[in-house]
């Protein structure tokens, strides 16, 4: 049998419009997401290398959510941060805001300022107390910052690979070169035109030119902005906070329908520049490697993953054999198929297997079984090659394995089969005989027999026994294995045992 896959091509310009235009809404729309913060004082880890922290949350959220820590500048304080913390968690990130330990840290002090909180925010993610208990995916976090804040964040993520995205806003980092800022994490500067304090063609500039090439970056300078941390997400008319919101939600969440919304110049921008390909960075196709049509190239999965019919691979051939060769598998062709024998009364398989229980429609094997019973002595549906049952001979439980036992069980065969326990009266003393021929069928009845043939032997006169005591002289019942004391009417006593 011969399977056609007709498999479209599906890639980038394949990318529905209605995906990237959802984009473009929820970037100029405000967040959907409720947004609530905790800091120090509800028991988050106090970092050595930072002074202070809050983090931001959605609080309607469903977990694995990717988040940012944010470092402030040269001077400033956490508080000239903390809009992005509303912002960006509303649109569903967490947002961790620090101080530093002094205003005047320079860049890279920053930068462990900013490594030192991915420990604090990893360990809430672990921490059962906190709202964040299992809501972080840890493998997607990004760092950021204002001035040497963002300088910092450059230096951060060329410290550690495992960092998902760099924001770097209005960035102050003096005489960086290529070997101090290599590293591939995504890229995005925001510099203002008129910043005099860090200003782009002395740092942003300069940081975007000696970043490598592979890396994927962009450069946004504001018209008319100066260096200012407090106009936050509302800088450029509100495009910062938009072009970063479309940052996070394309390098740190993978959204590739954000990527589109990155490549043209906000309107605000007096200079802009970036080496942003998306077909290149999102490559949609069959991301399972079970299907017909995967694609090992692709790290978007866009839903076109084909599949086989059942019971037959990608090349159309037969899983379960074709063993009349006449190119139906045997599952849905009835002339192979014997089904004399039941197949649930089958547990294990130790003769040829054929298949005896199909869904002919879809050609499912439901259970294998024996193709045929040799024998089936009871007529009850069960071959004898597949019929336990037992009988006793000898006082032991034979398989007689032709399915003829007496006994469905080897316990109802055991406790028929187990000889009961017999007494014989030897020498006026009870004694159990193993093999079940004693004389008697009990030891009450045993021990009757023995007492009077006992009294017969021993007195002419038919004395009557009167008590039995035990050797302290104190009168008991008949006991087992135990010394006892005879006293008669006529006065004679005797000693006795009765053995078991």
Avoid at 65 to 86: A, H, K
Avoid at 378 to 396: A, K, M, P, Q, T
Wanted: with cysteine.
């Amino acid at each position: 049998m011969f399977f056609l896959w007709i498999i479209p091509f599906l890639g980038w310009a394949q990318l529905s419009d209605d995906c990237v235009e959802q984009a473009l809404l929820s970037l100029e729309s405000s967040g959907s997401y409720s947004s609530s913060n905790i800091d120090e004082s509800d028991n988050i880890r106090n970092g050595p290398s930072y002074d202070g922290a809050t983090i931001f949350y959605p609080t309607n959220s469903n977990g694995s959510l990717g988040s940012i820590v944010l470092v402030p500048g040269f001077m400033n304080q956490e508080l000239t941060l903390l809009n992005w913390g509303p912002y960006l968690s509303s649109h569903g990130f967490v947002v961790m805001t620090i101080g530093t330990n002094s205003l005047t840290e320079n860049p890279s002090q920053r930068k462990d300022a900013l490594l030192d909180a991915i420990i604090t925010l990893k360990a809430e993610n672990n921490r059962i107390a906190s709202p964040l208990y299992n809501q972080l995916d840890t493998n997607r976090i990004g760092v950021g910052g204002f001035s040497m804040g963002g300088g910092g964040a450059q230096l951060a993520v060329a410290s550690d690979p495992s960092i998902k995205v760099v924001v770097a806003l209005y960035p102050f980092l003096s005489n960086a070169d290529q070997q101090m800022l290599n590293h591939n994490c995504p890229l995005l500067i925001v510099s203002g035109q008129l910043d005099i304090i860090a200003l782009p063609s002395q740092h942003a500039n300069i940081h975007y030119n000696v970043t490598p090439n592979s890396t994927t970056k962009q450069r946004y300078e504001v018209q008319f902005a100066s260096h200012d941390a407090v106009s936050g997400p509302n800088g450029g008319g509100g495009k910062v906070g938009e072009r970063v919101l479309g940052w996070l939600h394309t390098f740190l969440n993978d959204d590739s329908c954000f990527c589109p919304t990155l490549l043209d110049a906000p309107f605000s921008a007096s200079s802009f520049e970036h080496n942003i390909e998306c077909q290149n960075l999102f490559v949609e196709g069959c991301t399972d490697n079970s299907a017909c049509n995967y694609n090992a190239s692709a790290n978007v999965e866009n839903g076109s993953c084909q599949y086989p019919p059942l019971n037959y691979d990608c090349e159309g051939n037969c899983l379960y054999g074709d063993s009349d060769q006449d190119g139906l598998c045997d599952c849905e062709n009835m002339d192979t198929i014997i089904s004399s024998c039941d197949c649930e009364f089958f547990n294990e398989n130790t003769y040829p297997v054929f298949f005896t229980n199909v869904d002919e429609e879809n050609c499912i094997v439901i259970e294998d079984c024996f193709c045929d019973c040799f024998n089936d002595f009871d007529d009850d549906g069960i071959c004898d090659e597949n019929e336990i049952s037992y009988n006793c001979l000898n006082n032991n439980c034979i398989n007689p394995l032709d399915g003829t036992g007496d006994f469905l069980s080897l316990e109802e065969c055991q406790v028929s089969c187990t000889p009961a326990l017999r007494w014989n009266c030897i020498d006026n003393f009870c004694i159990s005989v193993e093999k079940g021929v004693g004389e008697f069928l009990s030891l009450e009845e045993c021990e009757q027999s023995c007492l009077i043939n006992s009294i017969d032997e021993n007195s002419s006169l038919n004395k009557k026994l009167k008590k039995i005591t035990n050797l302290l002289g104190q009168e008991i019942s008949i006991l087992k294995n135990t010394q006892m004391i005879y006293i008669f009417d006529d006065g004679t006593v005797e000693k006795r045992i009765i053995i078991e």
